[in-house]
């Protein structure tokens, strides 16, 4: 047999929020969310492309202008985890979910810290190797 569950109308869902978040949230649609002129590179943002990410600067506003550092910031749908990714850089704690492999993997590869003296002599390790490589004799490029 089926169950039905009734989704909550836009309407009743805004009246459930208090009336604090509910004049933070209506002030902040109401300004200016154009962020076509500004930069999307900036951290770990640009490290892989993803359908329909939206700007770093989209989900600041909303995240700066309703929690506080220390809070957490759920993404249900995070994609390659735009959102998540600014909480942190905002000093708030993240979880995201996603149904796509590949969004589950960029978004983990976004948020992973790297060492940066590791990440150093790993580089120097590839370009090490990439010399001994064109130095032998028998290499022959494809
Ligand atoms: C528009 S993308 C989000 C992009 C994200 N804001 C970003 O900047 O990368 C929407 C995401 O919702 C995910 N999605 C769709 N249906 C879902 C579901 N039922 N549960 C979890 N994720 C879902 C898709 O896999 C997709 O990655």
Redesign the pocket.
Known sequence: MFQTMSVPSQASLETKLPINVRRCLSKLLSSDLDFHRDASNLASHALHA?A???PPQLPRVFIEGLTVKGETVMD????????IVEAFLCGRRAVG????PL?LMICRVKTHPVDFLEATWAGKRVLGSAVQLLQRADFVPV
């Open positions: 993803f329909a990410k939206f249900p749908m995070m994609g390659s985890g735009t959102a979910f996603d149904i796509d969004a």
